[in-house]
């Protein structure tokens, strides 16, 4: 009796490799704490209270002010993960999305019908053009998943029709993470745009599903109302002004190189392709082309509709079925697991030179606990708006001026920020109204304001290192 054949298929091979790319390329790197340290405090005050905070009180600009926090759900969350296993636990959660999000847009190629060495390779392709934005803890990062998740339920209908019904689960799911939950109706939207002329029934199911899922993104704390916070963080004029991912990309950033040069692929092998090209799959990638170009956070989800819009033009290029189990497969997986396990210990522990934690980048711990010991009970500080997160996460008894929170904040605070950042005509006014008592600079944000305060006699330096320096007021403590 002949054996049969022992180790992993190709398909779980390929699966395992695509997954453990990214979960590697994450746990090697590390996050940004600007969208994460002041979720997680936020986390910690929802835990505490068992209330939805709905008004700010991190700053003294805006102290009071009503707060749509949207990201609730997400901020729960980290502050769960945190409570668990501190920063290192939010890096492994870091890493398991990245590869769950990978892994999902592999099995959405996969139903598209592409072999799994195509599938693996275009849904790594796709998160290396998109990896600073897809690698970064934050909010968005769920909502990535999400997106992946809805990507293979809906390519896998022809198969399973009833997997259409999960989207607007999934977009309840969305709508209490993150305000990009409008993308799960604008997938079923081409589903449906996919169906109409070859598969009637299942287009009516699609497009159903897709008002289905509109109609529940309501299902949430603030209700409709969350549309009104999509609306305004798109339209605040200082979004696209401060906020980098919110301007268009170019070629200066690794962001915008990535991205062009995807789409420049893309385009050759559109071109190149025998047959004709369908107009669907060019205005589904026409859409996400545009929204990469509009604003360069779009390439995140051009990253990750892409290589599954490629894969349908692609077609079905599995070849004979028959056994592809085998002891290689086994092997390079093993392999490829032992070099993600290799990687664990890389942003373990303290930094070094911040003080504090490994695995996150402007999480400056020893600037900020300088300011702490100098500061009187109710001081208030001016922050550089890259550290504000930090402060708000490790100082919550020294209320900043702004955070990263843009759209909370009125024009008018804004423009006093930037004056006083910029050490602009009248400001040390600015400072003095709003009764600050700290200055928290980073070097490279605020070096104008910096060389300002260093030859002015009411300010005095108290803290400085190679990541920023402290002033605090001369009066504090003559």
């Known amino acids: 009796m002949e054996r ?4 992993l298929t190709n398909a779980s091979a390929w699966l ?8 590697a390329i994450a746990l090697a790197g590390t996050t940004l704490a600007i969208d994460l340290a002041y979720q997680v405090r936020a986390g910690q005050i929802m835990l505490d209270t068992h209330h939805i905070l709905t008004t700010d009180t991190f700053t003294f600009t805006v102290a009071g002010r009503p707060w749509l926090d949207q990201q609730w759900g997400a901020q729960i969350l980290f502050a769960v993960v945190y409570r668990i296993g501190g920063w290192f636990g939010l890096a492994a959660v870091r890493a398991l999305l990245a590869g769950m999000m990978v892994g999902a847009v592999f099995l959405a190629c996969r139903a598209r019908g592409v072999s799994p060495r195509t599938a693996a390779l275009l849904a790594v392709a796709g998160y290396l053009v998109g990896i600073q934005l897809l690698s970064q803890l934050r909010p968005q990062e769920f909502a990535f998943v999400l997106f992946a998740l809805s990507l293979w339920l809906i390519a896998s209908r022809h198969r399973h029709p009833a997997w259409v019904w999960l989207v607007p689960a999934i977009t309840v799911i969305w709508a209490n993470l993150h305000g990009s939950f409008v993308l799960a109706s604008l997938l079923l939207i081409f589903g449906w745009l996919e169906d109409r002329s070859d598969r009637p029934e299942l287009a009516r199911r699609c ?6 899922s509109f109609a529940v993104s309501a299902v949430n704390p603030s209700g409709v109302r969350i549309w009104t916070y999509v609306v305004d963080v798109i339209q ?3 979004v696209r002004r401060l906020i980098g991912e919110w301007s268009p990309p170019t070629v200066r950033s690794w962001t915008g190189r990535l ?11 559109l071109a190149r392709r025998e047959g004709k090209v369908g107009w669907i799959p060019l205005i589904e990638l026409g859409t996400f082309a545009t929204f990469a170009l509009l604003a360069g956070r779009g390439v995140g989800w051009w990253g990750l509709a892409a290589p599954v819009i490629i894969a349908g033009v692609m077609g079905p290029t599995e070849g004979p079925v028959g056994s592809d189990r085998s002891l290689m497969n086994t092997m390079v997986v093993v392999a490829t697991g032992l070099v993600v396990l290799a990687t664990v210990p890389l942003r373990t522990g303290t930094d070094p030179i911040t003080a504090g934690p490994a695995s996150l980048t402007f999480a400056p711990e020893n600037i900020v606990a300088a300011a702490k010991e100098a ?25 900043v001026a702004i955070d990263p929170r843009i759209e909370i904040f009125p024009v008018s605070v804004w423009d006093d920020y930037l004056r006083v950042t910029n050490a602009g ?3 040390s006014a600015v400072l003095d109204r709003w009764g600050v008592d700290v200055l928290i600079l980073h070097p490279g944000e605020s070096e104008a304001l910096r060389a300002a305060v260093e ?4 300010w005095r330096l108290i803290f400085d290192a190679v990541d920023g320096s402290v002033f605090e007021r001369a009066s504090i403590r003559s």
Request: glycine share 6%; hydrophobic share 50%.
């Open 4 to 7: 049969a054949p022992s180790g």
């Open 16 to 23: 395992a490799i695509a997954i453990m790319i990214p979960v």
């Open 207 to 212: 497009l159903v599903a897709a008002l289905v």
């Open 236 to 238: 605040h004029p200082v």
């Open 259 to 269: 991205f062009f040069a995807s789409a420049f692929a893309v385009g050759a092998f």
């Open 375 to 399: 500061s009187p009970p109710g001081s208030r500080a001016f922050v550089s708006e890259v550290y504000s997160s930090w402060t708000e996460f490790s100082a919550p008894d020294l209320p």
């Open 425 to 427: 005509d009248g400001w």
């Open 455 to 458: 030859t002015d006699p009411r």
